[in-house]
C-alpha cells in the first residue's frame, strides 16, 4: 500500500488536480500582460462572488495578517473595539488589538454556544465601539454565528465597522457582504475554497473604506488599504510581489464555484455536513457545538467514554488519515474534522471507514459500514 494520507484537518484542506496544475504552471513576470489581466479578473470574479460592491483584496499572506488588516484600517489608538468571541481564534482578535493600542471589550460564549444577538445589541448600546468583531466559524468549537441576523441589527449602530472572520466558513456558509450589512470579510486560500495555503481575500465594503480614509495616516505598511487601492485598479503597477501561482489556483478554484453555482455549493456542505455528524454520532461522539449554530465546514467531535485522543489519533493515522487536535478546554477531549471545499461523497464514505476501523483498533464495539449506511441515508432524503 502507498503511504498516501487523507487530510481531513479544518485546513489547509485537499487540492483536486485542476487546482494543483495551476500551482504548478511555468512562472511568469508579476508585470506580464498576461498575469495582470489574470490577477484583474481574479479581483472583480471575487468581488462578484460575495456581492462586495467596495473592493476585493486577494493577497499573500495568512489568514491572520487578514485578520491584522482589517483592525488596521478601521481603528486608531484609543478606540474601542468589540470582540464576540464563540473560540480560541474569536481570541486572537485581542492581542492584536490591544497591541494597537485599542480598548477591548470581549463577549465570550461558552464553547458550544453562541452569544445571542440580544446580548450583542446591549453591549454595543452601552459605548461607542469603532468597530466590532465576529468569527462566522470558529474551528476551535465548530460553532456558527448568526451573522445575517448580526449583519441586520447592525443597522442599529451605522458608527461601527462590522467585521466577520470567514476563514473557516466563506463560500461553505452563505455569505453576502452588501445583502449581509458586512464592511470587512476575510478568508484564506486553504479552507474552504479548497487552494494551498499563502493567500488571504479581504473584501471591504464601501463604508469600510471610507473610514480608512478619515483616519489619514496609519502606523501600519503592508496591510494598509491605500498601499494596495492602486494595485487592486491596476494589477501592472507594484506595490509588493503578488502570489502568481496562487492568483491562478484561486482563479481556478472560483472557475470551480461559479460552475457548480455558490448557492449550491453552501447547500452541498450543509447537505454533507449533517449527514456526516448524524453519522459520526451513531459512532458515539458527540458533536460540540448545539445543533442550531453547528458550522457545515468541519465537526468538532468529543470522545465516548474511554477513547483516548493520542491512541485514536495514531490510529487513524495508521490507517490513513490526519485529523485535527482539540484546543484550549478541549485538548485531549475531542478531535477536529474538516469536510469543506472540493470533496465529495466518495472521500466522506473513505472517511467514515477509516474512523471505524481507527475505532475498531482502540477496542470499541464497532459494528462495521454502520456509519457509511447512516451516511448515505441522510445524504438520500
Given at each position: 500500500?502507498?503511504?498516501?494520507?487523507?487530510?481531513?484537518?479544518?485546513?489547509?484542506?485537499?487540492?483536486?488536480?485542476?487546482?494543483?496544475?495551476?500551482?504548478?504552471?511555468?512562472i511568469q513576470a508579476f508585470g506580464d500582460?498576461?498575469?495582470?489581466?489574470?490577477?484583474?479578473?481574479?479581483?472583480?470574479?471575487?468581488?462578484?462572488?460575495?456581492?462586495?460592491?467596495?473592493?476585493?483584496?486577494?493577497?499573500?499572506?495568512?489568514?491572520?495578517?487578514?485578520?491584522?488588516?482589517?483592525?488596521?484600517?478601521?481603528?486608531?489608538?484609543?478606540?474601542?473595539?468589540?470582540?464576540?468571541?464563540?473560540?480560541?481564534?474569536?481570541?486572537?482578535?485581542?492581542?492584536?488589538?490591544?497591541?494597537?493600542?485599542?480598548?477591548?471589550?470581549?463577549?465570550?460564549?461558552?464553547?458550544?454556544?453562541?452569544?445571542?444577538?440580544?446580548?450583542?445589541?446591549?453591549?454595543?448600546?452601552?459605548?461607542?465601539?469603532?468597530?466590532?468583531?465576529?468569527?462566522?466559524?470558529?474551528?476551535?468549537?465548530?460553532?456558527?454565528?448568526?451573522?445575517?441576523?448580526?449583519?441586520?441589527?447592525?443597522?442599529?449602530?451605522?458608527?461601527?465597522?462590522?467585521?466577520?472572520?470567514?476563514?473557516?466558513?466563506?463560500?461553505?456558509?452563505?455569505?453576502?457582504?452588501?445583502?449581509?450589512?458586512?464592511?470587512?470579510?476575510?478568508?484564506?486560500?486553504?479552507?474552504?475554497?479548497?487552494?494551498?495555503?499563502?493567500?488571504?481575500?479581504?473584501?471591504?465594503?464601501?463604508?469600510?473604506?471610507?473610514?480608512?480614509?478619515?483616519?489619514?495616516?496609519?502606523?501600519?505598511?503592508?496591510?494598509?488599504?491605500?498601499?494596495?487601492?492602486?494595485?487592486?485598479?491596476?494589477?501592472?503597477?507594484?506595490?509588493?510581489?503578488?502570489?502568481?501561482?496562487?492568483?491562478?489556483?484561486?482563479?481556478?478554484?472560483?472557475?470551480?464555484?461559479?460552475?457548480?453555482?455558490?448557492?449550491?455549493?453552501?447547500?452541498?456542505?450543509?447537505?454533507?455536513?449533517?449527514?456526516?455528524?448524524?453519522?459520526?454520532?451513531?459512532?458515539?461522539?458527540?458533536?460540540?457545538?448545539?445543533?442550531?449554530?453547528?458550522?457545515?465546514?468541519?465537526?468538532?467531535?468529543?470522545?465516548?467514554?474511554?477513547?483516548?485522543?493520542?491512541?485514536?489519533?495514531?490510529?487513524?493515522?495508521?490507517?490513513?488519515?490526519?485529523?485535527?487536535?482539540?484546543?484550549?478546554?478541549?485538548?485531549?477531549?475531542?478531535?477536529?474534522?474538516?469536510?469543506?471545499?472540493?470533496?465529495?461523497?466518495?472521500?466522506?464514505?473513505?472517511?467514515?471507514?477509516?474512523?471505524?476501523?481507527?475505532l475498531a483498533r482502540c477496542g470499541a464495539?464497532?459494528?462495521?459500514?454502520?456509519?457509511?449506511?447512516?451516511?448515505?441515508?441522510?445524504?438520500?432524503?
Open positions: 500500500m502507498s503511504g498516501r494520507k487523507m487530510v481531513m484537518i479544518p485546513g489547509p484542506t485537499p487540492v483536486v488536480e485542476s487546482i494543483r496544475q495551476e500551482m504548478g504552471r511555468e500582460p498576461r498575469f495582470v489581466a489574470d490577477y484583474k479578473k481574479l479581483i472583480n470574479d471575487l468581488g462578484e462572488l460575495l456581492h462586495c460592491s467596495g473592493q476585493t483584496f486577494p493577497l499573500a499572506g495568512t489568514g491572520t495578517l487578514a485578520m491584522e488588516m482589517a483592525i488596521s484600517n478601521t481603528t486608531k489608538r484609543g478606540d474601542n473595539v468589540l470582540i464576540v468571541s464563540h473560540g480560541y481564534f474569536g481570541d486572537r482578535f485581542i492581542e492584536i488589538c490591544q497591541r494597537k493600542g485599542l480598548h477591548v471589550d470581549v463577549m465570550q460564549a461558552e464553547w458550544g454556544k453562541i452569544i445571542p444577538v440580544a446580548e450583542i445589541e446591549a453591549k454595543l448600546a452601552s459605548k461607542k465601539y469603532a468597530a466590532m468583531t465576529v468569527s462566522h466559524v470558529d474551528t476551535a468549537t465548530g460553532v456558527c454565528a448568526p451573522i445575517e441576523e448580526i449583519g441586520k441589527m447592525m443597522k442599529k449602530f451605522p458608527e461601527t465597522i462590522y467585521i466577520v472572520d470567514g476563514v473557516a466558513a466563506t463560500v461553505g456558509e452563505y455569505e453576502d457582504v452588501d445583502g449581509m450589512n458586512i464592511d470587512i470579510l476575510f478568508t484564506g486560500s486553504q479552507k474552504a475554497f479548497g487552494v494551498c495555503p499563502g493567500m488571504f481575500i479581504l473584501w471591504a465594503s464601501k463604508k469600510a473604506l471610507r473610514r480608512r480614509e478619515e483616519l489619514g495616516t496609519i502606523p501600519e505598511y503592508y496591510v494598509d488599504f491605500q498601499k494596495w487601492l492602486p494595485i487592486m485598479e491596476d494589477p501592472g503597477k507594484y506595490f509588493a510581489t503578488p502570489a502568481v501561482n496562487l492568483v491562478w489556483a484561486m482563479a481556478e478554484s472560483v472557475r470551480i464555484i461559479k460552475e457548480e453555482g455558490y448557492e449550491n455549493r453552501c447547500e452541498r456542505h450543509r447537505k454533507n455536513a449533517r449527514a456526516m455528524q448524524a453519522a459520526l454520532e451513531s459512532l458515539g461522539f458527540r458533536v460540540l457545538a448545539e445543533p442550531e449554530h453547528r458550522a457545515v465546514t468541519l465537526s468538532n467531535l468529543v470522545y465516548p467514554e474511554g477513547l483516548a485522543d493520542g491512541e485514536f489519533r495514531s490510529a487513524l493515522y495508521d490507517e490513513g488519515m490526519t485529523v485535527a487536535g482539540g484546543l484550549g478546554p478541549y485538548a485531549g477531549k475531542m478531535f477536529r474534522l474538516g469536510h469543506m471545499g472540493n470533496i465529495d461523497s466518495n472521500d466522506e464514505v473513505a472517511t467514515l471507514g477509516i474512523i471505524e476501523r481507527a464495539d464497532v459494528a462495521m459500514g454502520s456509519s457509511i449506511g447512516v451516511y448515505m441515508r441522510e445524504m438520500t432524503r
